[in-house]
């Protein structure tokens, strides 16, 4: 049992917002109370107390769309890499680097990743693999550093054709793979969903493996219109829009989630909304890739259930926050646009997307939630509340002013030290790795 207590708590429960100089109790995975410091204190005496230091005490974040097979690119640079559009960023960089991603540089770029993760106080992704270079078994060595770093986890493989059809077939059956494992191992720390990549690099013949493979069993993860190569291909070779093309093979629906949507019509987004397909916004990597601004605010007003991720741009998803407002506006060319839009996204509906995969309530400190709780380090020099937190986020904080973190109940980063987790150790192991990754990608 743990006591989390003198801070600022913000709960994001509307019944009980806020508390001057309180704290969260925890016991196994789940919070059992939450109240002031010194009344906690008193009920819980024999529980282990972790002190915030005033410092401000909130739910843990939820990315809700990433890529992990990306850990080890930071610092990369590919020899004759020069890109000039979506396309050849893609070819050039991304695809090429999945290519040499041998089993051990996937298990490497995880630990990357959930370092950074813990590091911001994220505490579940939804991941989008890939590692053409080795693909079965990959999700499984995700899953199993997902285990040992007590980061809730969603995996998918990314089906694409753009390797050949024996690839494309070695994807469908690591998907299938791992919806059975997660199936016959209920976890609600892990949970499978059938990935694809765009629909520009998926056929219809594939589309009707990956629809007779999945059989109905787990919601799909794919890309869509993130570049105009979805429209262009949807239009010219099956002459419909790539939202229509995707309710022909009946993706859509309440457990599928798209990424990007950057270039779809209201039309698309009238259908996306009527099937309760979800939505996930990358607003950084979107802006990186020079692709477009998604119109997030027309798809709030639509009704749309949308999500904020990074797409591995960063780990830091008050990073993303910020930048998601700022596009947004900018775009609008309305400074008085979005606040609501993206806070909704992080905050409330990152929560509801988790909760469609994973059965589980997370996103408040509130009893019976999941245990998935951090420390910021951050002492207000202005009023702070409930009332105003968001304007203090978005103007004051960043994701590495965390200094503790927990995961369902288990304590992994503590005043900026992880507890029962050999940083050293896998910061050298992920150096090997990636020095070996990068000299076979040059040659």
Known sequence: MYLIANGKVITRDSDFPYIENGGVVTQDDKIICV????????????????DAKGNVIMPAFINAHTHIYSGLARGLSITGYNPTNFYEILDGMWWKLDRHLTLKATRY???????????????????????????????????????EMGVRSCLCYEVSNRDGEQKCDEAIKENVDFITYCQNNDNDMLKAMFGMHA?????????EKCVKANDNRAGYHIHICEGTNDVEDSKKNY???????????????????????????????????????????????????????????KMYEKGILLGLGTDAYTHDMLES???ALIIQRHNAKNPNVGWCEVTDMLFKNNAVITKNHFGVDTGKLKAGYKADVIVMDYLP??????????????????????????????????????????????SFETQKASKKLWKSING
Request: charged content about 25%; aromatic content about 8%; proline content about 3%.
């Open 35 to 50: 109240g002031e410091t010194e009344k906690l204190k008193k009920e819980y005496p024999d529980a282990q107390f972790i």
């Open 109 to 147: 770029s995880a630990y990357a990743t959930y370092l950074e993760c813990i590091r911001n106080g994220v505490t579940t992704v939804f991941d989008h693999h890939a590692s053409f270079c080795e693909i079965p078994n990959s999700l499984f060595e995700i899953a199993d550093v997902a285990k």
């Open 199 to 207: 629909l520009f690099t998926i056929s219809d013949k594939t589309f």
């Open 239 to 297: 002459g419909m829009l790539p939202v229509e093309r995707l309710e022909k093979w009946g993706i859509l629906g309440e457990k599928t989630i798209l990424g990007h949507c950057i270039h779809i019509t209201e039309k698309e987004m009238d259908m996306i909304k009527a099937t309760n397909t979800m939505v996930v916004n990358n607003p950084e990597s979107n802006m990186g890739n020079a692709v477009g601004c998604s119109p997030i605010l």
């Open 321 to 323: 926050l910020k930048v």
């Open 381 to 426: 020099f202005t009023p702070f509340s409930d009332n105003n937190i968001d304007g203090h986020m978005i103007f004051g904080m960043n994701g590495r002013q965390c200094r503790t973190t927990m995961s369902n109940g288990r304590l992994l980063y503590k005043d900026r030290e992880f507890v029962d987790i050999d940083e050293e150790r896998i």
